[in-house]
């Protein structure tokens, strides 16, 4: 029994096939967001909804069977915790009021995709192994913030209040300059006064216009080129890094599996050396055979 649920686990129209009613299940999560049709078609939506359920639990139960007596080795792959976790929030108990609840986990089924596609795990893994590095940049990202922050209000907070009156609102407006979205607004406004640019229709809360001819340019634009041109791009070499890291894990892992099913063994450095040596012996051999060839008298 375990050989032939280890066949059907390892098999490619098995994983092709789990892979199929994946996609289905997220076709049908679309589906229910159109209401009226998931209405009318209920009784249909609910049975495939039953069926592609029943096909993830049997999924689980043929993983399981394939590791035998040791059945609990199927949870020492974090990704098959991952898929046994959302199979069972889908028979979570659910009232009426849970409704949404059991629809985000039905939500949940759609990162199924991740474990069944081996280059998504890649850059998921990726990911994953750049959250500490990460960490550190968004500790300095934060860090730029707030100085930033502290002398956006102090300097802004009286011309322009809707977006600098307090530090967390200046943090956020920050954030909205780093992200270049209209942050030559946040600029123009605190440059000529809010009584001249920026605040038409809502003059009222304009009490107190004053304008910064240089501290304005100077604050938005040097925020700018720290925080989007270097601090960002950090992220991306975190991230490249961890691609690559993961590309390399990934080959080994591909590797060992591939030795694994042929039954191969690798050759060790020592083996490789001697076979360099076996072969250099060889070749050193040769050639003096074939300078003792040349070195023979000629016959007359």
């Not at 029943?54 to 040791?70: C, D, H, L, R, S």
């Not at 892992?253 to 076979?275: F, H, N, Q, W, Y």
Request: charged letters at 20%; one cysteine or more; hydrophobic letters at 50%.
């Amino acid at each position: 029994m375990q050989k032939f649920c280890k066949r059907i686990a390892d098999a490619h129209w098995f994983q092709n096939s789990i892979t199929l009613v994946i996609v289905l299940a997220g076709v049908l999560v679309g589906v229910e967001t159109y209401q009226e049709f998931a209405a009318r078609h209920h009784g249909v939506i609910h049975i495939l909804d039953q069926i592609i359920v029943w096909i993830f639990v049997t999924e689980v139960i043929i993983k399981m069977a394939a590791e035998g007596k040791q059945f609990y080795r199927y949870f020492k792959d974090p990704w098959n915790v991952f898929d046994f976790i959302i199979v069972a929030a889908c028979f979570m108990p659910v009232d009426a009021q849970y409704v949404m609840v059991l629809r985000l986990a039905r939500l949940l089924r759609v990162l199924k995709l991740v474990r069944a596609l081996p280059k998504l795990q890649v850059l998921v893994g990726a990911l994953l192994k750049s959250i500490p590095s990460m960490a550190y940049v968004s500790l300095l990202l934060m860090l730029l913030f707030y100085v930033y922050a502290v002398a956006a209000t102090f300097m802004f907070g009286a011309n322009d209040p809707v977006h600098f009156k307090t530090l967390p609102l200046s943090m956020l407006s920050l954030f909205r300059a780093v992200t270049l979205e209209d942050w030559t607004d946040l600029m123009y406004i605190n440059r000529d006064g809010c009584a001249n640019y920026g605040y038409g229709g809502i003059e009222h809360l304009c009490t107190s216009s004053e304008a910064f001819p240089i501290g304005s340019p100077f604050l938005f634009v040097s925020i700018v080129l720290l925080g989007t041109m270097i601090i960002l791009n950090l992220f991306i070499g975190v991230i490249m890094s961890g691609m690559e890291a993961a590309q390399e894990e990934n080959a080994i892992e591909e590797k060992a599996r591939r030795l694994a099913e042929t039954g191969e063994t690798e050759a060790t450095v020592s083996e490789e050396i001697d076979e360099v040596i076996s072969q250099l012996a060889k070749m050193q051999h040769e050639l003096t055979l074939l300078k003792h060839r040349t070195n023979l008298p000629r016959e007359k």
